[in-house]
């Protein structure tokens, strides 16, 4: 496979164009669930660039398809019960998703780096079960 860059969610363009285990290397750099907006200046006027605001409303299709892996279904579950159904279980839902495709693109030699803030460092680095 040739080097590429794609532009938009990283969930959809691995559905759609990276094999199972055709990457050799793989960096995250993710949204934080910072609960903050971060606006951009273009030609003098401010815009809201994104929203690092994480809804439990707008992540439930995340959740309910991270939970149906018989792998990860006990801890989401687990995480439902300790979080409520909120911003972090929002977030975490949305990253295992991305991470449990990361995992697929992999090949068996690949690595995977994940840069994360202290926000959310505590809970993504231990509860996702990717093998």
């Known amino acids: ?10 969930l959809d363009i691995m559905r759609e164009y990276i094999p199972d285990e055709s990457v050799d ?3 995250l750099d993710p949204p ?3 609960k ?6 273009i030609g003098g006027a401010q815009w809201v660039a994104f929203d690092d605001t994480w809804r439990w ?4 299709d995340d959740f309910h398809e991270v939970a149906s892996d018989p792998k990860l279904a006990p801890t ?3 995480l439902r019960v300790i979080l409520g159904e909120g911003s972090e279980l929002a977030y975490l839902s949305y990253m295992a998703n991305r991470l449990r495709e990361c995992r697929r693109a992999l090949k068996p030699t690949g690595s995977l780096f994940l840069h994360c803030d ?4 505590y809970l993504l680095r231990g509860n996702y079960i990717l093998d």
């Not at 496979?1 to 990283?10: E, I, K, P, T």
């Open 1 to 10: 496979m040739s080097n590429r860059l794609y532009y938009g969610d990283c």
């Open 25 to 27: 290397l793989v960096y």
């Open 32 to 34: 934080f669930n910072s």
């Open 36 to 41: 903050r907006i971060y606006n951009a200046y």
């Open 57 to 60: 409303h707008e992540a439930i």
């Open 76 to 78: 989401m579950e687990g």
């Open 118 to 121: 202290p926000t959310m460092n």
